[in-house]
């Protein structure tokens, strides 16, 4: 099926450098087809660079101290959620490897509805609130995190995942959000979550291979079905599928959350006694409508 095919190539980054907090945002435009921009978020003495061979490099600086650390790449930045740039059919495919098996925290690419942000970008607030979750993703979360609400799927490690959630009304989320606080209770944690069973509707498999490696990785996301393989082979298939618009996101941090079937909700940050960090290249869009 023919599209527009949307690639990241060889190129600096122009660059508008503001500084909101720990984040600084760049804007670079880079693909074909009058593409979108890409924006850069990333804490202090974090990485997000793009090298002479035109490969990407997302790195956190190495500490034992607490505090959040992240470096991502994404092409929503500001946008309103309902203007995030892709529907299906469409297929993302890139090469990525990382620099080492187990980094504390979280890593991965894919696409996402951003859910949690309450943002403050480029000088002005973004209206954009809080969601329930659509993504499907490559997902590295490490032994820390405790990330499925389904006890028949794998909670970390390495993942190809999907998460399709009901379109829950903002006002109603709100409304609903002190609820949430009943999750860092023993007991009641467990009520939060059976209830989140049934508005958030995810799948998952896990992935054995070396991360460390060069390896292509492909979401293909159609409206009745998601499909994701990993060097040619189709590894994990399933019918449930996020609702659009979505946006790429590329990231790396420090973060850990764990909801267990016992017990309360745990989240933090964590220490990376290395740097860690992810390589990417080749990474292509193409939007079959």
Wanted: proline fraction near 8%; aromatic fraction near 12%; avoid cysteine.
């Amino acid at each position: 099926m023919m599209g527009k095919l949307y690639h990241w190539h060889k190129s600096g980054i122009p660059h508008s450098d503001v500084k909101l907090g720990y984040h600084a945002w760049y804007d670079s435009s880079d693909m074909n087809h009058s593409p979108p921009a890409l924006h850069i978020s990333k804490s202090s003495a974090a990485r997000v660079v793009k090298m002479v061979d035109g490969n990407w490099h997302l790195e956190i600086p190495s500490t034992t101290r607490g505090g959040y650390r992240l470096a991502q790449l994404d092409d929503h930045g500001s946008l309103k959620r309902g203007n995030f740039l892709w529907k299906p059919p469409l297929t993302l495919s890139l090469q990525a490897r990382v620099s080492a098996e187990e980094l504390p925290g979280t890593w991965g690419f894919g696409l996402w509805n951003d859910p949690f942000s309450f943002m403050f970008a480029y000088n002005r607030l973004v209206p954009r609130f809080p969601a329930l979750p659509d993504a499907i993703w490559f997902f590295h979360a490490s032994p820390q995190n405790y990330l499925s609400l389904r006890d028949d799927l794998p909670v970390n490690g390495f993942l190809a995942a999907t998460f399709s959630s009901n379109n829950v009304p903002a006002a109603l989320l709100a409304l609903a959000s002190p609820t949430l606080a009943l999750t860092l209770i023993p007991g009641a944690a467990q009520i939060v979550r059976r209830l989140l069973q049934r508005v958030i509707h995810q799948d998952a498999t896990l992935i054995h291979t070396n991360v460390t490696d060069w390896h292509a990785y492909m979401l293909e996301w159609d409206a009745g079905q998601v499909r994701i393989s990993l060097d040619g082979a189709y590894i994990f298939e399933t019918n449930i599928v996020p609702r659009g618009p979505l946006s790429l996101v590329i990231w790396v941090d420090n973060q850990f959350a764990a909801l267990p079937p016992v017990g309360r909700l745990k989240y933090g940050t964590l220490p990376n006694p290395e740097p860690a960090w992810m390589e990417l290249r080749d990474i292509r869009l193409l939007d079959h409508t």
